[in-house]
């Protein structure tokens, strides 16, 4: 168990909808991180966020969007999703103190399917 | 922008041998992570490297992080079944956004008992 809380596993919904995935990052982790993994597919990076704000954004559409809140818990947020959004999303976390790398604890991951 | 090359891609192996599997990067890296995926689920964090030329063991897994910076190497001992799985790396390169980690495409084991 890394610490890292997702919710929820699995969602099923319809092209056209939106959807709120949700993190909570081990306790005292600053930094929250969401991928995407598409079926055989690697880790993509989509937004970093560092204590509320937002770090750094990698393949993120723009249908797609995210926020840590004051308790550092973290939301991604994706609309108007097409069949292609389907995949795992996975938040991760760090304690990660400015200026340096530190090691990213992965969530279990949500499953996202679009009909 | 930035690539890791990992190599194989796949391996099948018979228990009780060991394995190797490597990351090239076209950039100099300055934090090398494994990480271990099981189907379905999060990747584990298996070895973190911070230090060019740093050897560092976790139980029957070994990594370094190689001298010129821009590759690293895993390998498992005496593999078992639970060995199954992606295993992937993860780079972090001056040039890139803080703490932020490029991944390799993942090298598939399988382990024949």
């Known amino acids: 168990d890394s610490g890292v809380t997702q919710t929820p596993k699995h969602l099923i919904t319809a092209t056209g909808q939106r959807v709120t995935l949700r993190c909570s990052p081990r306790?005292?982790?600053?930094?929250v991180y969401w991928y995407q993994q598409s079926l055989d597919q690697g880790l993509q990076f989509l937004i970093q966020y560092y204590n509320g704000e937002e770090r750094a954004k990698g393949n993120i559409l723009e249908r797609f969007s995210a926020q840590q809140f004051p308790d550092l818990h973290s939301e991604l947020n994706l609309s108007s999703l097409e069949l292609g959004d389907s995949a795992l999303y996975f938040c991760?976390?760090?304690?990660?103190?400015?200026?340096?790398?530190?090691?990213?604890?992965f969530g279990p991951g949500t499953r996202l399917t679009v009909t | 922008g930035q690539q890791l090359n990992q190599s194989p891609q796949s391996m099948f192996i018979q228990e009780g041998e060991d394995v190797s599997m490597n990351c090239t990067s076209s950039?100099?890296?300055?934090?090398w992570l494994w990480y271990k995926q099981d189907p379905g689920e999060g990747p584990v964090l298996l070895i973190a490297l911070y230090k060019a030329g740093e050897l560092t063991s976790n139980g029957r897994l070994t990594a370094q992080f190689g001298i010129t910076r821009k590759d690293s190497f895993l390998n498992i001992s005496a593999s078992i079944p639970s060995d199954v799985g992606i295993y992937f790396c993860a780079g972090s390169s001056p040039e890139g956004s803080q703490g932020n980690l490029i991944f390799g495409k993942g090298t598939k084991l399988s382990v024949k008992p």
């Open positions: 991760a976390s760090s304690r990660q103190r400015v200026g340096a790398t530190s090691e990213q604890y």
């Open positions: 306790s005292g982790d600053l930094s």
């Open positions: 950039s100099i890296f300055n934090t």
